[in-house]
């Protein structure tokens, strides 16, 4: 619409609809590195609830009331689920689809094959506390040694939109051939769109898989 221009309108429809996707995953993301970060410390309480006497799901409860949140919310609508007929395992798997985390994922597998098979349920979330601990050292190991790579990226992404600002606040040749020219128009279409694919194709190259 500002533009006049169907070309515009294509390239501001991708960038919409680019830019939603791009923050719901990034708040994603850190709903589960919070859930993570707090992941051993819930096992610790729960092994400890377990060896006190209480069963599975009471030591999950009073285990969660002293967590922060998202653990605490997350935990107590297992209960919640449980308490509504749904099968500890099930209510355990449902959690592997709101919160995407290869530790989560080892804490479902665990209790899911303990109440299949038997066993001391105590001992292994013990040492799945110990494996979550070893997994988050490596996790602040790898990003401390990708923050390079990612701030690049960041960078990338903004400075052709800074450079553009600047030329075409300072110049009127530039303003007219850039606003107002259909080539000019595509062109910084094109750039828009080439930005973000560079960007997104360096957070990809940037991720440490573990």
């Known amino acids: 619409i500002a533009f006049g221009s169907p070309i515009s309108v294509a390239g501001a429809a991708l960038v919409a609809f680019m830019i939603p996707r791009f923050v719901i995953k990034k708040k994603g993301s850190r709903r589960a590195a919070a859930f993570e970060n707090r992941l051993a410390e819930m096992l610790d309480l729960l092994v ?25 919310s997350e935990m107590l609508r297992i209960v919640g689920q449980v308490n509504m007929g749904t099968s500890i395992s099930d209510a355990m798997e449902s959690l592997t689809t709101r919160i995407d985390s290869r530790d989560v994922d080892l804490l479902v597998a665990a209790i899911s094959i303990n109440r299949e098979t038997g066993g001391n349920l105590t001992e292994v979330l ?20 990708t923050a390079a790579p990612r ?56 991720k440490a898989e573990y």
Do not use: C
């Open 48 to 72: 400890g609830s377990l060896r006190a006497g209480q069963g599975t799901l009471q030591a999950i409860e009073s285990a969660s009331s002293v967590q922060p949140e998202p653990m605490r």
């Open 126 to 145: 013990e040492r799945l506390a110990q494996t979550v601990r070893q997994r988050r050292n490596i996790r602040a190991e790898a990003k401390a040694l």
């Open 151 to 206: 701030a690049t990226s960041y960078f990338l992404l903004v400075i052709p939109f800074i450079i553009t600002g600047y030329s075409v606040a300072i110049s009127p040749i530039y303003r007219e051939r850039l606003l107002h020219d259909p080539v000019g128009r595509m062109i910084v279409i094109g750039a828009i769109i080439w930005s973000f694919i560079g960007f997104f194709i360096s957070q990809k190259l940037s």
